[in-house]
């Protein structure tokens, strides 16, 4: 048996974390609960989806030892309706109490038994990392990743150790995005981590406020060690096998052409012209002239066209998927649009340089 | 041929209110289109999903007339991206010219045979009334309007004109919410509207922050022309066949005991409880305590009760749907709930008075 008192914030703030882990259904019914465990003045919360695994810290004033399974979805709706500064916890066999002012509950747990172990990395040197850099790198690139069922490995963000930084990529096999990171780092190595688990990471990094965020390695994992706003977090991410097709070939060196325009004068125009373009393609088509990009469409709907004021060097005449272009805009004051021919690919990168380039290959006329 | 300039603002916000009723798919083609026409100084821009259909009015400086049905879907796409203080509109045979700045859009249109004939309601005393008050009483009862396909009467609220006031009523056979407004009106009338149709009504009403509107009738179809922020509105709703069953007799009038109880600690309570209650009846269990209101449940999740402070009259147990009491109770910092005995109808209103009034069956024990 164990009694314990809990900050009544941290607690809810730690389950409505472990929330977004934990499936309502799965056909794993043990990824349905929470694990719960309380040691030496810490309750450690521990969820998972069978891809993510989260473990979350909370200081607490205990008294005696304990673990237990919870239902993650009778804990995350009591947790959501609590309030008061203080909860009371006292874990007995198969019985969980809870206490908050005059509220009292009394859940029925399930023994720990068959719950999954945490694969966090326990040996190895951690890499230490601005949380933010983290985020930027692969929240930047991320939306270049495939969503088709038939070639899993594309489904992913590589994340390159190459000694001077690191590096995150993805590609649909259509166009790809890299953002590096300049932060030297002792090793190299390269991990292939799915899409959706990638997303989850980033979702959580960014509700706990995260400062810094340490990369841990073993075979087949990412361990992502936290210090966020309120408790210590671990995250352990399962990793694909394999890794990219090599994409250094495809980043043309030697451009004919260049354009440095507004980002938001730019993304104004592709979303007016977007609509007017044909569902297949979504063709625009870009002309390059003396301090402006002409921008045109034209499909059943009707046609349509614009001016954006540009710096320009070079003349050329190319085509682009609409939607593609759109998404590949650097988060920077101003693009610059670098092209080797008309149909040869381009890169679109920030004007100002910064560690993202998305090159993407123009439509044949 | 009709040439035309518009503040781009409105335009921008009027197609985003036609967005809400006209939908991208239809069975009836028709109803996919905006139908345009310019004429007296006015622009009429007009949508219809076959239940609701909206009518915008916006000043321009015309030279001729025409209409047109535009594409909704490339004229909602076009409106979003729009930029500058003006548009430029030329309406030529089977084409319409826009442009604003240096974009320019071409689009193929398409003749207005067949569009469906407006049936706003032409003649007839209008009954104003400010919009918050139709949006307060509508919006107050709607949650207890049927969601099942089996009884489509009940899918609906009871719009009743009563002399000395109006009186919105929703039931779905099971429970009852009922709002009166007391405000003088010159006729008896009772129509149903369809509680998808008022739906929209209501987001209309409020994303243009309409002050006034009047309420106008015709065999089958309800009318409200609103005097909203930018530009006068009309809308049409078809109303439904017959009206709710008779429901006088299921409002209890004397009562054996009563609860007053701040509205926020009861919703907290039966927040927590519901989670550990039966997923099939939701039950919730009451005692009426001296000073007190005591919550408790039971499920095969575990237990859970509170003690939620109130001024109590009388002595009474019974149990309740917690998703039912939790939807009806008031919008007020107090709640009355009154009851008439263990297993007849209590009745559920704010504690300083006021037009609304819930009436839910407890459940049997």
């Known amino acids: 048996m164990v009694r314990l008192e809990i900050d009544q914030k941290s607690l809810k703030k730690a389950l409505a974390l472990l929330k977004t882990v934990v499936p309502s259904k799965s056909s794993n019914p043990l990824h349905t609960y929470v694990y719960l465990e309380a040691k030496d003045g810490t309750l450690s919360l521990r969820g998972t989806n069978g891809e993510v695994d989260l473990e979350l810290s909370l200081p607490v004033q205990a008294d005696g030892e304990g673990e237990a399974l919870v239902p993650g979805e009778v804990l995350f709706g009591l947790s959501e309706g609590t309030s008061g500064e203080r909860v009371a916890l006292q874990l007995e066999e198969a019985r969980l109490h809870l206490?908050?002012?005059?509220?009292?509950?009394?859940?029925?747990?399930?023994?720990?038994?068959?719950?999954?172990?945490?694969?966090?990395?326990?040996?190895?040197?951690?890499?230490?990392?601005?949380?933010?850099?983290?985020?930027?790198?692969?929240?930047?690139?991320?939306?270049?990743?495939?969503?088709?069922e038939y070639y899993p490995i594309l489904r992913s963000v590589q994340l390159e150790l190459k000694g001077e930084g690191l590096r995150f990529v993805a590609t649909d096999g259509y166009r790809l995005a890299l953002y590096d990171l300049a932060h030297p780092v002792p090793f190299k190595k390269t991990v292939v981590i799915p899409v959706l688990s990638l997303g989850k990471v980033l979702y959580i990094l960014d509700s706990v406020e995260a400062k810094e965020v340490a990369l841990r390695f073993a075979p087949g994992v990412l361990g992502l060690e936290v210090a966020g706003e309120a408790f210590p977090m671990r995250v352990a991410v399962r990793l694909m096998e394999g890794t990219l097709p090599n994409y250094e070939h495809a980043i043309p060196?030697?451009?004919?052409?260049?354009?440095?325009?507004?980002?938001?004068?730019?993304?104004?125009?592709?979303?007016?012209?977007?609509?007017?373009?044909?569902?297949?393609?979504?063709?625009?088509?870009?002309?390059?002239?003396?301090?402006?990009?002409?921008?045109?469409?034209?499909?059943?709907?009707?046609?349509?066209?614009?001016?954006?004021?540009?710096?320009?060097?070079?003349?050329?005449?190319?085509?682009?998927?609409?939607?593609?272009?759109?998404?590949?805009?650097p988060k920077a004051e101003r693009a610059l649009i670098r092209l080797s021919g008309p149909v040869s690919p381009m890169v679109v990168a920030p004007g100002d340089g910064g560690g993202y380039r998305a090159v993407l290959v123009p439509l044949r006329v």
Chains 1, 2 share one sequence.
């Open 253 to 329: 060196k030697e451009f004919a052409a260049q354009v440095l325009v507004e980002t938001q004068a730019l993304k104004g125009a592709l979303e007016r012209l977007e609509v007017l373009t044909d569902k297949e393609n979504r063709r625009l088509n870009f002309v390059l002239g003396e301090g402006y990009l002409h921008v045109s469409t034209k499909s059943e709907s009707g046609e349509g066209k614009e001016e954006v004021p540009a710096q320009v060097e070079g003349a050329l005449e190319f085509s682009v998927n609409a939607h593609y272009l759109l998404e590949a805009l």
């Open 99 to 148: 206490g908050a002012k005059t509220f009292r509950a009394d859940l029925r747990v399930a023994p720990t038994g068959g719950y999954p172990e945490f694969v966090f990395p326990k040996e190895g040197e951690g890499i230490p990392l601005p949380a933010e850099a983290f985020s930027r790198g692969a929240a930047g690139v991320q939306y270049a990743a495939s969503r088709e």
